[in-house]
């Protein structure tokens, strides 16, 4: 455990990009000793704050529930009563948390690499926890998915898996390419082809997803995410689901030990057809409890630098 602790010293925590294979697999494997009970690590009283400018459940609460499992201290910070209103800058907002003391701020934020300017600020003192940036990275989700993986299957190397969906626009999908590669996984793509882009090619094949649901280990599915289309085309629920969604006839084609992943919130009958969110094969819920000790290990080593 002592081990764990030591490679998992962090300043920031912002992107897979600058993370080390090593770092990556000593936080997997110390989310998984949190959850299996083991005392948090890290000195003295510490304070956090969560600044999220776009909509979240998971990541959001489950920062928090994080946090206080670990026994921060946690600031209250409502954007739409803070001086945000009055045009203050998100750097100048955490400039001051910092200020007054906060150790480790979580930002989910709609700009692309947002945390750039704080993580170079000669001022900013608190940590930097990256809780989604745009359509950038997503990479406390990419951990709790590894996690996941590493639950199921005790390694990467040779693991087919499947990301399906909206790629372009989803930060879980590009942080989970990146990751996954790199720790040895096979990558597969699918999903409408105008939601696909050529720079994937680097992590993967597209395949059709009647060809991958026979071959794969993980079934990674992926939020349509209207909030970021310009235009939905001629998008129907109907028709996703018959050609790009996981239907019960296609979770029938699956390999025996296969799994579904899939970050939520889930339009159901769009990317997932009926209950198979619960499927048993299904581990979207161990991703969300998952989540939790995930954090817990970001959030002690960034405290622990
Ligand atoms: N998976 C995920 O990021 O969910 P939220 O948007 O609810 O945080």
Redesign the pocket.
Known sequence: MKEAIERTRLDHFVSVETLENEEVTALIKRAGELKWGAAPQYAGIKYAVNLFFE??????KSFEMAENKLGLKVIDFEPSTSSLTKGESLYDTVLTMAAIGVDVAVIRHGSESFYTDLINSPTISCSIING?DGAGQ?PS?CLLDLMTIYEEFGSFEGLKVAIVGDLTHSR?ARSNMQMLQRLGAEIYFSGPPEWYNPSFDQYGQYRPLDELVKMVDVMMLLRVQHERHETYGNFSTASYLEKYGLTADRERNMLGHAIIMH???VNHDVELQGTLMECPRSRIVTQMQNGVYARMAILEAVLAH
Do not use: E, I, K, L
Request: charged share 10%; net charge positive; hydrophobic share 15%.
């Open positions: 909509s979240s459940t998971r990541t959001h989604g997503h989700q879980v970050p939520a919130p």
